[in-house]
């Protein structure tokens, strides 16, 4: 029988369109209409960049983790652009998640659901539509799905063709990544496959290799004393997650499905909307009310009770496990004062929702010296705040959401080298928000292993 077809109600008055009856925040002015519709009938006749059955799949392990049976690790860049599509680039996001997932996994004695913030994460919300600079004001950098960062009027006008670029971008990122985790690039025999090249020496790494030795000592002992060899030793499942802000886009990949019921967004497995989108009457919780897919709601301290449950209430009016995330992300100076509320207002609805904190997006602030940065102390004090208030609310921590790249980056101070403002300059990569490098993702998963250990 498909999945629940007798308690889940498909959603009544909603088309994969419907969402343009409402107000839609964020979105690109095109100035070629003919133009984008074109490249939306294009994008609309390509193949899928994910399945219904990862999806469902995908859902299955979320309602696990809301039952307490996974711990769930989302991360990846902030926003991807198009010319790092490469194998280098994605295979080191690819070995950073897989680290924190083994030392989440070896310390928290449960099993890792990974969510990489890749292939569709093209898209950024704006604070405002234009941007001026030296009294020239040119469209805002809405991510390379829009538009490209150089400050020029060519360059700032927002291009349909992109929407088949960061098709075709993302296309070829879950290809590798499903390569590479077929192949056995995931195999806990081997985890020395994951270290990162450039990483010469570092404390951490050596705490990893500690935590790997032991853990593939485990495994052949199993498999000794067993004579079996489990096959869910070599691979691994990945999932992937985007912002699904741009809605033309989103709309394009959202089909229906042979032996399925209802319509599933195929552009990924785990879309989310964040809190400059989370309007009851808008146009992206239209979308979202409509599709199957397991989904992420970004709670912020502006967010209100009523208006959290009215979200869920709409978004997930049967109950449905596996299907509601809610992705706090408040600052260290807000959680304590804002989150209790949220996390009753949620109980009260008696919904199942899995919560994760984002501790990244409410620490954002500007150095002296001009560059966007975060403090990894600020950073750590919100997650261990975030530990304490659900287990003092009688909930459950079951997530992290985190901005992180495999690459040698200088863009958060603080953690394991004592990054200071001044080395903000030596590698500052992002277009966008600042992400931690591989030292600090670690020492992340190390933190929530330790927090995790002193409530249990």
């Known amino acids: 029988m498909t999945e629940r077809l007798k308690t889940i109600t498909p959603a009544q008055g909603w088309r994969p369109d419907s969402w343009q009856q409402k107000l839609a925040g964020q979105q690109a002015t095109y100035d ?6 074109g490249a939306l009938a294009r994008l609309a006749g390509m193949p899928p960049l994910v399945t219904s059955w990862e999806i469902l799949a995908l859902k299955k392990q979320i309602a696990e983790a809301q039952a307490g049976k996974r711990f769930f690790l989302q991360g990846g860049d902030c926003a991807e652009v198009f010319g790092e599509c490469q194998s280098s680039i994605i ?53 390379d799905l829009v538009n490209s960062p150089d400050f020029t009027e060519a360059a700032r ?5 992109r929407l088949l670029q960061a098709h075709a971008c993302s296309a070829m990122t879950m290809n590798f990544v499903r390569a590479l985790v077929d192949g056995g690039f995931a195999d806990l025999h081997h985890p020395e496959y994951w270290d990162l090249g450039w990483v010469e020496h570092s404390p951490l790494a050596a705490e990893f290799h500690r935590i790997s030795d032991s853990i593939g000592q485990s495994v052949r002992f199993v498999e000794t004393i067993t004579g079996q060899k489990p ?37 990924t497995h785990f879309p989310w909307i964040g809190m400059r989108t989370a309007e009851m009457d808008g146009a992206h919780v239209e979308m979202f009310r409509g599709i199957r897919n397991p989904m992420g709601i970004k ?63 409410g620490n954002t602030e500007k ?20 530990f304490d208030i659900h287990a003092a609310c009688g909930s459950r921590l079951g997530g992290v959401h985190l901005e992180l790249t495999g690459e040698n980056v200088t863009e958060c101070v603080g953690g394991a080298r004592e ?17 931690l490098n591989y030292e ?11 927090k995790h250990r002193s409530l249990a």
């Open 299 to 361: 709670v912020g301290p502006g967010m209100s009770a009523s208006w959290l449950k009215d979200l869920i209430r709409t978004l997930n009016p049967d109950n449905e496990p596996g299907r509601l995330v809610l992705i706090h992300r408040m600052g260290a100076g807000k959680v304590g004062d804002h989150l209790p509320g949220l996390i009753e207002a949620a109980k009260s609805t008696g919904s199942p929702v899995l919560w994760i904190c984002d501790p990244m997006h």
């Open 91 to 143: 295979a080191n996001r690819l070995k950073v998640l897989l680290q924190m997932s083994l030392i989440l996994l070896h310390g928290l004695e449960m099993p890792v659901l990974r969510v990489g913030r890749f292939a569709g994460q093209y898209a950024k919300p704006r604070s405002s539509d234009l941007e001026t600079r030296d009294g020239v004001s040119l469209p805002s950098y809405r991510g």
């Open 367 to 386: 150095a002296a010296n001009g560059y966007k940065t975060r403090r990894f102390a600020n950073i750590q004090a919100e997650l261990e705040q975030a």
């Open 440 to 450: 600090q993702a670690l020492e992340m998963a190390m933190l929530v292993v330790r």
């Open 157 to 161: 006008r927002p291009d349909p063709a």
């Open 231 to 267: 096959g869910s030793l070599k691979r691994v499942d990945f999932f992937t997650s985007h912002e699904a802000l741009h809605l033309h886009y989103e709309q394009a990949l959202t089909r229906q499905v042979p032996r399925q019921w209802g319509w599933f967004n195929l552009a």
């Open 419 to 435: 990054l200071n403002e001044e080395d903000l300059a030596t590698c500052y990569k992002t277009t966008v928000d600042p992400r």
């Open 32 to 37: 070629d209409e003919n133009e984008l519709r």
